[in-house]
C-alpha cells in the first residue's frame, strides 16, 4: 500500500476484541499497541466512552451483539496477535457482526462475515482454496476532469486552478496545469496523490 508516495506497510483486523496485526514487514507498526495501552491506563476515560459507544441509540439487539455479555460499565478485554500466525479457523467471529480492517494509518474498512456451511462432497475439497470470494464489486475509473477522455491518473484536493474538489487528471493535463513550460511546478498549495481506481 502507499500513501502520498510513502509505503505504508502496517495494517490490522479487529475482530472479537481482538487486533490482528499484520507485522510481515519489518518495517510495519503494531497500529494495535498505542489503543491498547491509552484503555489500559486512562481506564476511567475508556470507560465513559464505552458507555457512550454502548448506549448511542442502538436498538437492544444491536447493543447485545456489541456489548456481548459485559455490563455497560465494564470494558472488554482487548489484545493483539500476528495475523500472519492465525489461520481463518482460528477466528472466533459471529455472523453478521460489523468487525473493522484498518490500513495506511488511517483508512478503515467494515467486514462482514454474513453466511457460512458445511462443505459438501460437490465443494472445493482444497482447504487452501477458502475462504471464497462470493462478491467482488466492480472497479471504477474516473476520466480526466479536464479533458474527460483518458482515465484520471492524479488526483488533486485544494487545487485554486481546478474545476472542483478534489479533482481528477490524466498526465497530460495534469503537468499542462500545473507545470511551466521549462518544467518547474507553478504553485504548491494543494495536495496531490496518484490515483489508481475506486
Excluded at 448511542?56 to 455497560?72: I, V, W
Excluded at 479536464?146 to 484536493?157: G, L, Q, S
Excluded at 486552478?161 to 498549495?189: I, K, R, V
Aim: hydrophobic content about 35%; glycine content about 4%.
Amino acid at each position: 500500500m502507499q500513501k502520498a508516495e510513502q509505503q505504508v506497510p502496517s495494517g490490522y483486523f479487529m475482530i472479537e476484541n481482538v487486533f490482528y496485526n499484520d507485522l510481515r514487514d519489518r518495517m510495519a507498526i503494531d497500529y494495535s499497541r498505542p489503543i491498547i495501552d491509552w484503555v489500559n491506563y486512562n481506564k476511567d476515560e475508556a470507560i465513559e466512552k464505552w458507555k457512550v459507544i454502548v448506549a448511542a441509540g442502538f436498538k437492544k439487539k444491536q447493543r447485545a451483539l456489541l456489548q456481548g455479555s459485559l455490563p455497560s460499565d465494564q470494558l472488554p478485554f482487548f489484545k493483539a496477535a500476528n495475523m500472519a500466525s492465525t489461520c481463518f479457523a482460528d477466528l472466533r467471529f459471529r455472523l453478521g457482526v460489523r468487525y473493522l480492517y484498518c490500513h495506511q494509518g488511517d483508512c478503515k474498512h467494515s467486514i462482514v462475515i454474513r453466511d457460512m456451511r458445511l462443505i459438501h462432497p460437490e465443494d472445493n475439497q482444497n482447504k487452501a482454496a477458502y475462504p471464497l470470494l462470493t462478491f467482488q464489486p466492480r472497479v471504477r475509473h474516473r476520466k480526466c476532469s479536464i479533458c474527460d477522455i483518458y482515465r484520471a491518473k492524479k488526483v488533486t484536493y485544494d487545487d485554486k486552478w481546478a474545476p472542483t474538489n478534489p479533482s481528477f487528471f490524466c498526465e497530460n493535463c495534469y503537468y499542462l496545469l500545473h507545470y511551466s513550460q521549462s518544467g518547474t511546478l507553478m504553485y504548491d498549495d494543494f495536495r496531490v496523490y496518484d490515483y489508481y481506481h475506486e
